[in-house]
């Protein structure tokens, strides 16, 4: 069971075609299902018909989820709503859940508050972040929290944090392999003041009840693997495994930097229908980044579909992929 949960934050990325691609082989492959989750927690930077613009572009290149959304409302599949804003009370309900066992608590630092742990730290040269001895709220008596949220004062939901950071988690990557990192102790924010999770809460309840047991997503995550894991640790839930992809990168001036949005107009999916480039073109030259060994196979079986190749997540590049 794997995912593809994109942000409906602007027009279709490649690098989202490229890793929806993979986890829909991947599911095909181990008969396995794949679905589309539409993570959608930061509501400021949502665009109008982002949803359905993510479901019809995968739907175009023949990567049809078979469980999750399919336009702005409505979904198919078991373990909706497939859409996070839709899914309020039951992130709540585990935060309710966490608060009750000591693993969470109420924080009323104002952004004030937060800049001067900041500069505090700094003089200290210290890490900075809300952790440990610094923190304001961490061991504020019940009582005390509770008559400030009766006065109306605003509050958000940080993790109980119990790491240590001088002790290693061993995480075994399906793509990167065994990566040592140190053990979270940030005592990060789960819900935000306005009700709504942050990503790293939603994920882990999201993944946890969907089925998930096989998370691919960007690299850009690998660093909040300790805090995943140790997520999934205090909520009581079985960690998946997780494959982190590397960027889709472009050479230029001789170096290498990542496809941007911004700069390169093909790093828009609707680019190659623009260009008349046909789709099952791009999707070979996808599948062809994804594992070098793909080249050969199409050359000894050019007539065969591209569902047949065999896909291996561990022959995919580990720390970036040329595009
Ligand atoms: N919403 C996250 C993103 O767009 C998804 C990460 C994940 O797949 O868990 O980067």
Redesign the pocket.
């Known amino acids: 069971m794997t ?5 409906p934050t602007g027009f279709m990325h490649i690098g989202g075609l490229y ?1 929806a691609l993979v986890a829909k082989k991947m599911a095909n492959q181990t008969d396995g299902v794949f679905f589309v989750r539409i ?1 959608d927690t930061d509501q400021k930077r949502e665009i109008e018909n982002g949803v359905t613009d993510i479901i019809n572009s995968l739907k175009n290149y023949g990567i049809e989820p078979d469980e999750g959304m399919q336009d702005e409302e409505n979904s198919v599949g078991e373990y909706g709503p497939y859409k996070q804003s839709m899914r309020k009370e039951i992130y709540q309900a585990y935060a309710k859940d966490l608060l009750a066992k000591g693993l969470a608590y109420p924080c009323f630092c104002t952004p004030e508050d937060l800049e001067q742990i900041r500069s505090n730290q700094e003089k200290a040269k210290e890490r900075t972040g809300y952790f440990g001895k610094w923190t304001k709220c961490r061991n504020m008596p019940l009582e005390m929290a509770y008559d400030k949220i009766k006065n109306g004062e605003s509050y958000i939901i940080r993790l109980k944090s119990p790491g240590n950071p001088d002790k290693k988690i061993k995480h075994k990557d399906a793509i990167k392999g065994s990566v040592d990192m140190p053990e979270n102790d940030q005592d990060i924010v789960i819900i935000k003041s306005d009700g709504l999770p942050t ?1 790293h809460f939603a ?1 882990a309840i999201d ?1 946890h009840l969907m089925g998930t047991n096989l ?4 690299d ?2 690998l660093p909040s693997v300790p805090l995943h894991l140790q997520l999934f640790y205090v909520l009581g839930f079985k960690t998946p495994k997780y494959a982190h992809i590397a960027p889709l990168m472009k050479t230029e001036d001789g170096g290498k930097r990542k496809l941007s949005k911004r700069k390169d107009p093909e790093a828009a999916v609707s680019f190659y229908k623009e260009e008349g480039i046909p789709k099952q073109s791009v999707k070979e030259y996808l599948m062809n980044i994804a594992n070098s060994n793909f080249e050969m196979w199409r050359k000894q079986n050019p007539e065969k579909a591209l569902e047949e190749f065999v896909f291996d997540l561990k022959k995919m590049g580990v720390s970036r992929s040329a595009f």
């Open positions: 995912r593809y949960a994109p942000s890793q993570e990503y994920h993944d998370v691919i997503r960007g850009e995550w």
